[in-house]
């Protein structure tokens, strides 16, 4: 890691204990990382926007450098529309297993969205950073499993473009942040040169853990 900051977003209903392994993991490889410090992640409640715009605004104006977003599940919704907002501040975004793309009701949660948050999932985009489908002007890989189990894996996976991948994984949605090939996946997009962002390699021994995405 070349020690640039990075945020870690926790998904629906869990805090930052759900990614301490995560973040342990990239602090040993040199990078400056923070949880999104803001307990238990209800949805959009009111201050929850932002404090979260606050928070990444404070972290690049401390270290003077663009900020990395890393999201699980509804954390990857906030990461990406955070981007949206406040381009300037963000290097690049991470995904994982996020819905959003498609129907929000194409997940076994919105029901549980609905009653932490007070808000329906047809109002999602009237939050922060507008249409969540749309991709972020920063880079943005977005990593998914076929077998996810939560979140139809079609929602997940990113628009085609110059600054998007997408990278499958098998696994299931609450072991995402957990799983050797996400991990080590999230580690080599960061690892990417800020002006030199390129496309996920599966050549070699990645193609056996990586599935051809034409596939």
Partial sequence: ?????VIVLPGLATSDKSTVALRTFLKSKGYD???????????????IERRMVEKLKELHKKT????SLVGWSLGGIYARQLAKMLPDHVRQVITLGSPFNGDPRATNAWKLYEFTSGHKVDDR???????ISESPPVPSTAIYSRTDGICAWQ???ENEGPQTDSIEVEGSHCGLGHHPAAVFAIADRLAQAEDGWKKFDRAGWKSVFYPDPKR
């Fill in 64 to 67: 003077g450098k663009k900020v």
């Fill in 33 to 47: 990382v923070h949880g999104w410090e803001l307990g238990r992640n209800y949805g959009p409640i009111p201050g």
């Fill in 125 to 131: 985009e009237r939050h922060m950073g507008g249409a």
């Fill in 155 to 157: 929602s997940c996976v």
């Fill in 1 to 5: 890691g070349d020690g640039h900051p």
